[in-house]
Nanobody
Framework: QVQLAESGGGLVQPGGSLRLSCVGS????????AAWFRQAPGKERELVVE????????KLGDSVRGRFTASRNNAKDTVFLQMNSLKPEDTAVYYC????????????WGQGTQVTVAS
């Protein structure tokens, strides 16, 4: 499994930007796919984006397409989520998750980082 730790959350005004980071730690060099999820109070967890190992295949959710971008730096075992044109409805706890190739379920999760979009 991969141990994950997110950072970069905070308070931002509508229309602003934030960049989240997720550092993954593994006991050996392994390939792992990543995703960002978010969960707002009283709502179900929502998949924001999935990203493969090479970072050249990302799948964005409809609600963030055109505003959010995922990328990764494998040399630093880090996955990023660049969030632009933020809206109040983007307010949520954002979680980084990982899975191994060939598996469908994300089985490692970070502790989450709070993003609040408000004036």
């Amino acid at each position: 499994q991969v141990q994950l730790a997110e950072s970069g959350g905070g308070l931002v005004q509508p229309g602003g930007s934030l960049r989240l980071s997720c550092v993954g730690s593994t006991p050996t060099d392994i390939i792992w796919y990543a995703a960002w999820f978010r969960q707002a109070p009283g709502k179900e967890r929502e998949l924001v984006v999935e990203i493969n190992w090479d970072g050249d295949n990302t799948k964005l959710g409809d609600s963030v397409r055109g505003r959010f971008t995922a990328s990764r730096n494998n040399a630093k075992d880090t996955v990023f989520l660049q969030m632009n044109s933020l809206k109040p409805e983007d307010t949520a706890v954002y979680y980084c998750a990982s899975r191994l190739p060939g598996f469908q379920q994300y089985d490692s999760w970070g502790q989450g980082t709070q993003v609040t979009v408000a004036s």
